[in-house]
C-alpha cells in the first residue's frame, strides 16, 4: 500500500475550506490533473455518510469513469472515501482551524499495480528500458526486479505528491482570491 500525503495552510475560516471541499465538482474542477466532464453526488445531496458520487473526467486521452462512497464524515474535520475505479483509492481529507485560517492535509492510499506504473510514468527511454528490464529480471534476478519496481514506485509517489500539492495550492489560491475580491 502506498500513501500520497500533501499539507497547505488557506487563510480563510474553516467553514468556507470545508464547504469546498465537501463540494466534489468544485474541488474537481480545481485539479489541473484532470478536467471534469461530470462530477456528481448522487440523490444530488449535499455530501455526508454514505453519500456516493459519480466521476467522468479526462486525463489526457483517458476517460475515467468510476464512484466515491463516502466511508467517514465529521462536519468541519473529515471526508474520507473510497473509489470503485480500476485502482481502487481510498481519499481521506482532513482540516483542522487555527487562528489565522485552516489547514488541509489529504492523503490518498492505494496499491500500486504493474499496469499503472506503466501508464502513469513518463514514456521516456529510460523508463522504456526500466519497464523492460523488469519484466526480463522477474525470471532470473527477482531481487533486481524487486529494486527496480520500488525505483518506478518511488517516482510514482514524487509525481503523485507533486500533482497533490499542485491542486491543493489551486485550491488555496482559489479560495484566498476570492477573499481578496
Known sequence: MVT???RIHIKRPLTEVFDLLADPAVKTALNAMVEPISVEIKNHERLQLGSICHYRLSFGETILDYHGK???FEEGKLIESQTNSETPLTIRVETVADDEGTWI???ESFEVTDAMLDSALPHTVQEKM?????RMLLW???RSAAQIRENRIAQ???MLSSSLDSWLTDIKHHLEKNNEE
Request: avoid cysteine; glycine fraction near 0%.
Open 4 to 6: 500520497v500525503e500533501s
Open 70 to 72: 463516502v466511508t467517514a
Open 105 to 107: 492535509r489529504q492523503q
Open 130 to 134: 526500466l519497464r523492460y528490464a523488469y
Open 140 to 142: 532470473s534476478e527477482q
Open 156 to 158: 510514482l509517489v514524487a
